[in-house]
């Protein structure tokens, strides 16, 4: 399949190919959450839902490979260094207790990804301490084993967890597409410069495309 894409077309076949939904989580989309805790106005980023929602359920229609990954740390913060506790000023910090339960701690209301987008038997679901997705996860040896050599990125926040994710996947030698109306940032500035980096100089991290130009092909 060859879908229009900047900087160029986008070729993949759905047989290898992972959708892969970055930090979609109540912790970062709605009030009270860790999103809210930093100081950001958290309501821009429930405006990626509908597409989203409109680009996994084709995707699962193909019956394509669909990865959710989740910003989140152990009960007893072993996996949160103190680097990343204690940076910045927040009202709550990671681990403390909110309106949805303890700030990024797995298991904890606030740290499910949200009702529109849920994980379904035969998704991986990725749980990572970082920004990134393939640091402290099988992430990559999972992909390996499925046989996905391409990746399709949605989700938030643009220039944080899903531009650390699609470096690190550019590196591990994916060839990776970010659907740019279904990424979202707390600073629109942000968002138009990640996308605009990340397919500078040839598709130097990737390709960027609008979701109808994949959604046309499936
Ligand atoms: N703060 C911010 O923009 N993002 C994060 O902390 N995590 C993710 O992007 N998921």
């Not at 927040?90 to 681990?95: F, K, M, V, W």
Request: net charge negative.
């Amino acid at each position: 399949m060859k879908i229009k894409a900047q900087p160029f077309p986008y070729k993949f076949e759905v047989s290898s190919t992972a959708l892969v939904i970055i930090d979609m989580q109540r912790d970062f989309i709605e009030p009270g959450g860790f999103g809210h805790a930093l100081g950001n106005d958290v309501s821009l980023l429930a405006g990626i839902v509908p597409a989203c929602q409109a680009v996994l359920s084709a995707w699962r229609a193909a019956g394509a490979l669909v990865v959710h990954t989740r910003e989140s740390h152990l009960a007893d913060l072993s996996d949160c260094p103190p680097s990343k506790l204690n940076r910045g000023n927040p009202t709550l910090r990671i681990g403390d207790i909110g309106p949805m339960g303890r700030i990024l701690v797995a298991g904890e209301p606030g740290n499910q990804i949200i009702a529109e987008l849920s994980p379904m038997a035969g998704d991986i679901v990725i749980d990572k301490p970082g920004k990134g997705a393939f640091y402290a996860t099988p992430l990559h040896q999972l992909l390996q084993q499925a046989g996905i050599t391409h990746l399709v990125f949605m989700g938030v926040t643009t220039e944080v967890c899903v531009q650390s994710s699609m470096r690190e996947a550019n590196d591990r030698g994916y060839d990776c597409l970010l659907l740019a109306d279904c990424t979202e940032s707390y600073f629109p500035s942000f968002k138009t410069a990640t996308l605009e980096m990340m397919r500078a100089q040839g598709g130097i991290v990737g390709w960027t495309a609008q979701s109808l130009d994949l959604l046309t092909v499936l």
